[in-house]
């Protein structure tokens, strides 16, 4: 039985490449549905994603309604707590939008009984043809009673009447510190001696105006008390004096402590940098590598993009992050990084990206995979699969035409 404990299994077996949404974990599920069964099932049960912009609602649809998996498991998930609901409604929805006569009338009866009915409703107000919910309008009046509607929004509770007051927004006032020039902040943010609050406000201000070199010397100091955090406004302000900031942002990579201030400096050389900066942006990825840090490394591996063949010592990482990471929204990013720096064996890679959990890997691979039958054929699933995102259909649609030579 497929349990969770909080880890990833290996990313070469089955349920590894899964959990990660790979899309070799798709195709590989495909040779033997009844195996992959209870897996594609545990995948929806517990939540495998790094983080929650990680799309997985789609490619585990796709998992249970291609091989033909049985929705049984999927609608008890329904009832197993409020995260696990919320991820089997989403399923469900989807496969319904797709023709499962069952998998509507499933989702339907849990928003008349269930206990997270509200999520679940609003999800499939969020997905259906109004006519498949509308009808629901008096049994949630009747279930709603005297809640607390304030995050009650859009609909269905805006059809029918039921959402909660918007807050309301009056016309913005000026920001403190507005009049002050861009000297005087500067004087302010030096003075030791004042607030968190008013160097926070003036770095706000400043992060309103152009690109401001007389703050370069001061972002070391511009933390907050403990050394944890930097001051929020700053990322914006440095942000904007983009090459400017390189040379100081060499020092600030040295740092060992503050551990933002590192940060800041790698990530000034990841966007700005120039060659002699690849074996500092390498080696913060093979920190990153060790340290199994799987949020991040994307701006790294955007930065070393720049460089092509010259971050060729990235290579060896950039692939081991493609294979392991869990967090599959910072995945392409590592492919788009290899295509510059090395293509070598790519091209399978860009084919199974066509059966990727994220929408922007699947657009790389219709963009990149090699003229195959078997491309040519998922190319043509995705362009007819009215579950997929507009711009991956539209893209498959064009390479097509192109293929085939035909308008």
């Not at 509607?149 to 006032?173: F, M, S, T």
């Amino acid at each position: 039985m497929v349990m969770s404990d909080g880890r990833y299994a290996p990313a070469g077996s089955l349920i590894g490449l899964v959990q990660r949404g790979r899309g070799l974990g798709a195709r590989m599920a495909a040779e033997d549905p009844a195996a992959a069964a209870e897996l594609v099932h545990g995948c929806i049960r517990w939540d495998w994603r790094w983080d929650s912009v990680d799309q997985r609602a789609l490619y585990l649809a796709r998992l249970v309604r291609d091989l033909e998996l049985p929705l049984g498991p999927v609608a008890e998930g329904l009832g197993a707590g409020e995260e696990s609901s919320e991820r089997a409604a989403r399923v469900l929805a989807l496969l319904a939008l797709d023709g499962s006569g069952e998998a509507r009338e499933v989702l339907r009866a849990y928003a008349e009984e269930g206990e997270h009915w509200v999520a679940a409703l609003e999800e499939m107000a969020h997905r259906w043809p109004v006519e498949w919910w509308d009808d629901l309008e008096g049994t949630a009046r009747e279930r709603l009673g005297d809640r607390d509607r304030a995050e009650l929004w859009a609909d269905p509770w805006d059809r029918w009447g039921l959402a909660g007051p918007r807050p309301v927004r009056g016309p913005r006032g000026p920001k403190p510190l507005a009049e002050v020039d861009s000297a005087g902040l500067l004087e302010l943010l030096a003075d030791p001696g004042e607030s968190k609050e008013r160097r926070t406000a003036a770095l706000d201000v400043l992060d309103d105006r152009g690109p401001e070199p007389g703050v370069i010397p001061l972002v070391p100091s511009l933390g907050t008390a403990d050394g944890k955090y930097m001051l929020w406004p700053l990322i914006g302000v440095v942000d904007k004096l983009g090459a400017l900031a390189v040379p100081a942002a060499r020092e600030w990579a040295a740092v060992t402590e503050p551990e933002w201030l590192r940060l800041r400096g790698l990530s000034v050389l990841a966007e700005c940098g120039e060659a002699e900066d690849i074996p500092v942006l390498v080696a913060d990825l093979e920190r990153d590598w060790v340290e199994r840090r799987w949020c991040g490394p994307k701006r790294t591996a955007d930065g070393l993009a720049r460089f092509g063949a010259e971050a060729r010592g990235a290579v060896s990482l950039l692939r081991r992050f493609w294979l392991w990471t869990p967090h599959s929204y910072e995945r392409v990013s590592y492919l788009e990084a290899l295509g510059e720096i090395d293509p070598t064996g790519l091209e399978s890679v860009y084919v199974e990206c066509l059966w990727d959990c994220e929408d922007d890997a699947r657009l790389l691979g219709v963009e990149r995979a090699p003229d195959q039958p078997e491309v040519r054929g998922r190319l043509e699933y995705l362009r007819d699969d009215e579950l997929e995102e507009p711009a991956v259909r539209a893209a498959a649609r064009e390479r097509l035409a192109a293929l085939t030579g035909q308008s």
